[in-house]
């Protein structure tokens, strides 16, 4: 294994390891959502990944406290893992 790939391969666990620790905020988040059931059955409802992602974008719910804009990858997995939750 080359260094080049090596350092490819760390820089991909550690955004991983990101993704995975911060998407169960973003569904926390949802979850303290008002509207919830009714936000879930629209994002149900939404027949592709780029407009659940754009419909929890505008929710706010992947915004991490203190960052004024929401990481892609987490917006995803927050996506994913909510299309799994029971309304």
């Known amino acids: 294994m080359t260094s080049a790939t090596a350092s ?3 820089v991909k666990t550690s ?3 990101v993704v995975e620790s911060l998407a169960p905020i973003c569904v926390a988040q ?3 959502d008002s509207l919830k059931a009714q ?3 629209e994002l ?3 027949a592709t990944t780029s ?3 754009n419909f929890i974008k505008d929710q706010g719910w992947a915004i991490m406290p203190g960052r004024t804009t929401a ?3 987490v917006v995803a997995e927050c ?3 909510l299309m799994l939750l029971e309304s």
């Open 8 to 10: 490819q391969m760390a």
């Open 15 to 17: 955004e991983d390891a």
């Open 30 to 32: 949802a979850n303290q």
């Open 39 to 41: 936000k879930l059955e």
């Open 44 to 46: 149900k409802g939404l």
């Open 51 to 53: 407009k659940r992602a």
């Open 71 to 73: 990481d892609n990858k």
């Open 79 to 81: 996506a994913r893992q």
